[in-house]
Each structure stands twice: as structure tokens, then as C-alpha cells.
């Protein structure tokens, strides 16, 4: 066709093909100008958030347990609008023309595609909980990247994520330390939620002297701007804090440094009840409570189990409604402070009478079975490699065998949640034939009787199902050989 110009080539003038901003690799200048100051979004006026009453405590309303932070889909729009960021194109890829705190490369983009998309729920937790609060800060940005970057290196063992991630890392804690200078920023919620996202990426690499050193200077943050009650225009950032000081605490069996949001966990757990009007002190399916002969006296035990069925109680209301449980906000506002009663609640020195084998063994059984609930709910930098091995100290010692006649259903619940967990360590082939001969010891011939009998004390269907296809061969191997060795002669 003559006479018609050839089309000017489009030239994207702004295009950022770098997968590291220049800066990493420059030392800062004494001269850098102070980034500017982030105004952290009022959330007083979003849907469900709880708010002060008059007497001091916290009214919530509707839906409230599906606002603070977490996914709101069956609580319906909010009255907050996230960033443009947030918005997901048909393709499944974060909008490019999206306002983020820093320059996007190729890379950084690609690592939102995957918490959008991805499907385990440690990405659903990225997006709905730590993403809205990442926007709002350069540091706590680049330290959220580098943590969603560590989380794909330790699934998929690519060690370029790896290097992406203490890139990252490096970036944001040198972008820290030039906001504590500054007097009118080093206690404000993007420095908080910064240091937070330090902490998480610690826990989950197990660094236990940096998860120290993020956590004292947490605790200092919070201590000079007032204590934790000034976060409470921000439940997001409370959880947050909460479950990462957790997340550390479980490493090694220690006390949390901060309490547990109590008054927004009462609030959400009150509304609940009230919808099915129920009491604050109703515990479901108070009988039988199979435990209460072995730890009749311990009360920390006792009310750790009574909060679980509560828990299991709320997931089979939530099952039958066809409505979703197994996510974060479940974790953080039923399981967590559960599992913050019982940390650091251990004898200094191993036990080696009966009775303190056995209540040790019980607090043991129950952090394994509600980290097992935490992981799967989507709670980040969870391990029980501590616990399964303290288990294994406490199942080898004599005082197991004295007292194993009168608490022998309960210690067999905790080995076989022990055994579950261990799969994929060195541990696993001494729990599945310990287990086993405990219960053969017990009368009990095979896999479906250990498991019936298990399931006697709490129990979740479907939670532990692969773990328990993956023992089930083993497990009635070493039955069918006992059987073997006592019938012959």
C-alpha cells in the first residue's frame, strides 16, 4: 500500500531491565537524601476493624474476624482501596502501571506473579496479610521481596532465589538504619513493620542469634513509642508482631518476648460465639476428655486441650457451612495463643520421673499437632525439628515405661503425632517402630485400630493424610513382624 508512512516503533522510555537496583552494589553516601516519610493508612474507618468502645475495650463489627489484615472475601468490600498493585491483571500478572515504593525490575515483578498465584498457603499469607503492609514502605518492601524470595529458594533449592534474597535483605537493612537516624521516623509503623519482616526472614532460616539481635531491637521500638497498645490502630501490624516473635520462640522452646493480642482475639472469638449463641466458658464435647486421668492436676494442659476443641469445634462449624477455615486468621486468632501458653512451660533439666514425662510429653504432643496446623494454615517460618527430637529424649527414658499403663492412650497420641512430623528426618524409622511397638504393646494388631484409637483424642480429618499414607506400609510392616516374633517359638 504506497503513499501510507511507516508506523513509529513504540519506545517504552522508563523500561527498568535491571534485576538489582544500582545502589546495592555503592556504598551510601553521607549526603543521601532521607526517604520520604509514609504516611501509615488509617484503617479505623475499613469494615470489621475493632474499634475502642467507651469502656475501654474493643467492638467489632460485622465480619470483624475476616477484616484485620487477612482475606476478606466473605466479608465483601472494603472501605480502604489498596494500591493499584494489589490489582491482578487477567493474565495472572501484577499490573505493571502499579505505584510501588520502589523501582521494579523484571525480577521483583516476578516475584509478586508468585505470591499472587502461587497456591501454598505461606503465598496466601504474603498476599492478603504482609503485601498491603509492605506497600507502604520502601524497606519493608525490599525486606518482604527477600522474604518471599527465601521461600521459594527453600521449595524449590534454586540458588538464584537465594541470592535474590539477601540482595534484598542487604538493601532493606541499610535502608533501616538510615531511617532509625532520622528522630521523627525511628518509631514509626514502617520501621516496626521493617523489623518485622527481619525477624521473619531470621525464623526462617533458623538464624537464631540474628532473630535475637531484630527482636531486642523490636521490643526497644515498641518500648519507646509506648508500649504495644500504641499499635492497636493497627491490628495487621499487632498480628504480624505476634506471630513472628512466635515463629522464633517455637525454634527452641523458649517465652515469647511480646503477649498475645489478647483483647482483639477475644474479640474475634467473641463474635463467633455469638453468632451460635454460645457462652464465653462453652467447651464442645467437654466428655469424654480422655486426657483428664494422666495431667488431671495440670492446668496449663488441661486448658490447652479445652482451647483445642474449641478450635476443632470452630473448624467443624466452619466445614459445615461449606465455608473455608484452613487459613492464616484461624492460625493467628485460635491456634497461636494456644501455642504461646505452652512455650517456655518445660523443666530446665530432662525429666525423669513418671509424672513430668509424662505432662512434658503431653506439652510436646500438643506444639507438634498445632504446628502442624499452623504450617498448613499458612503461618510463616514454621519447624517442629526441635520438638520431634526433644520427644525422642523423652519417649527413651525409664520413666516412660514405669508409668506407661496408666496414661498409655495418651503418651500413644503423642508418639504417633511424633512419628507423623518426623517423616523426612533421621528420626523417622525410630518413631514409626517405637509407635508401633507401643501399640502392639497396648493389644493393638494394626494401622487402623492405632488410628482409631488416636483419633480418641484430638483429631482433625484430612489434616495429617499424607503423612499417614506415607507411614501406613511401614507402620503395619513392623506390626505383622511382632506378631511374628511373639508367635514363634
Not at 474507618?45 to 469502656?55: C, M, N, R, T, Y
Not at 509407635?435 to 492405632?450: L, N, P
Amino acid at each position: 500500500m504506497q503513499g501510507i508512512p511507516k508506523a513509529r516503533r513504540w519506545v517504552i522510555r522508563n523500561r527498568i531491565e535491571l534485576t538489582l537496583p544500582p545502589e546495592f552494589s555503592q556504598p551510601p553516601s553521607t549526603n543521601q537524601e532521607a526517604l520520604a516519610t509514609v504516611q501509615t493508612q488509617e484503617i479505623d474507618g475499613v469494615d470489621g476493624a475493632p474499634k475502642e468502645s467507651s469502656g475501654g475495650g474493643l467492638v467489632c463489627a460485622p465480619n470483624s474476624e475476616h477484616a484485620v489484615g487477612f482475606e476478606v472475601a466473605e466479608a465483601g468490600p472494603m472501605t480502604a482501596v489498596l494500591p493499584s498493585p494489589l490489582t491482578i491483571l487477567g493474565a495472572g500478572r501484577v499490573d505493571p502501571f502499579g505505584n510501588f515504593p520502589i523501582r521494579m525490575s523484571y525480577d521483583e515483578r516476578s516475584l509478586l506473579d508468585q505470591v499472587n498465584t502461587n497456591a501454598r498457603p505461606i503465598f496466601k499469607t504474603y498476599k492478603n496479610s504482609w503485601l498491603p503492609t509492605a506497600m507502604q514502605d520502601p524497606a519493608t518492601f525490599h525486606q518482604f521481596l527477600a522474604n518471599v524470595s527465601l521461600s521459594l529458594y527453600q521449595i524449590q533449592g534454586q540458588t538464584r532465589s537465594r541470592t535474590v534474597s539477601a540482595q534484598h535483605y542487604a538493601i532493606a537493612l541499610r535502608t533501616v538504619n538510615i531511617a532509625l537516624s532520622d528522630p521523627a521516623r525511628n518509631t514509626a509503623d514502617g520501621i516496626i513493620a521493617s523489623i518485622v519482616t527481619f525477624v521473619c526472614y531470621c525464623v526462617t532460616q533458623n538464624d537464631l542469634l540474628g532473630y535475637d539481635i531484630h527482636i531486642e531491637g523490636l521490643a526497644k521500638i515498641i518500648r519507646l513509642r509506648g508500649g504495644l497498645q500504641t499499635l492497636d490502630h493497627s491490628p495487621t501490624l499487632r498480628c504480624m508482631v505476634f506471630g513472628v516473635d512466635l515463629g522464633g520462640a517455637c525454634r527452641r522452646d523458649s517465652k515469647p518476648t511480646f503477649p498475645p493480642p489478647d483483647r482483639l482475639i477475644k474479640a474475634v472469638q467473641g463474635i463467633f460465639r455469638g453468632n451460635l449463641k454460645l457462652t464465653p466458658n462453652h467447651v464442645p464435647t467437654r466428655s469424654p476428655r480422655p486426657w483428664a486421668n494422666a495431667i488431671s492436676q495440670d492446668c496449663l494442659l488441661t486448658n490447652a486441650f479445652d482451647d483445642l476443641l474449641k478450635a476443632i469445634n470452630h473448624t467443624k462449624i466452619k466445614a459445615a457451612r461449606n465455608e473455608d477455615w484452613l487459613e492464616v486468621r484461624f492460625v493467628v486468632f485460635w491456634i497461636d495463643p494456644i501455642v504461646h501458653s505452652l512455650l517456655g512451660q518445660g523443666p530446665d533439666s530432662q525429666p525423669t520421673d513418671g509424672p513430668s514425662v509424662v505432662r512434658e510429653t503431653t506439652r510436646i504432643g500438643l506444639i507438634l499437632f498445632l504446628s502442624k496446623l499452623r504450617r498448613v494454615g499458612g503461618q510463616l517460618g514454621v519447624s517442629t525439628t526441635f520438638f520431634v527430637t526433644k520427644l525422642r529424649g523423652l519417649a527413651s527414658t525409664m520413666a516412660w515405661k514405669i508409668l506407661w499403663d496408666t496414661s498409655e492412650r495418651l503418651l500413644l497420641w503423642a508418639l504417633f503425632i511424633g512419628m507423623l512430623e518426623s517423616w523426612g528426618t533421621e528420626d523417622k524409622d525410630w518413631f514409626a517402630e517405637t509407635t508401633a511397638m507401643a501399640a502392639h504393646w497396648m493389644g493393638i494388631k494394626s494401622w487402623d485400630a492405632t488410628l482409631q484409637g488416636v483419633k480418641q483424642f484430638p483429631w482433625i480429618d484430612g489434616l495429617f493424610e499424607d503423612e499417614c499414607e506415607r507411614c501406613r506400609e511401614k507402620f503395619q510392616g513392623i506390626m505383622d513382624n511382632l506378631d511374628r516374633d511373639v508367635l514363634s517359638p
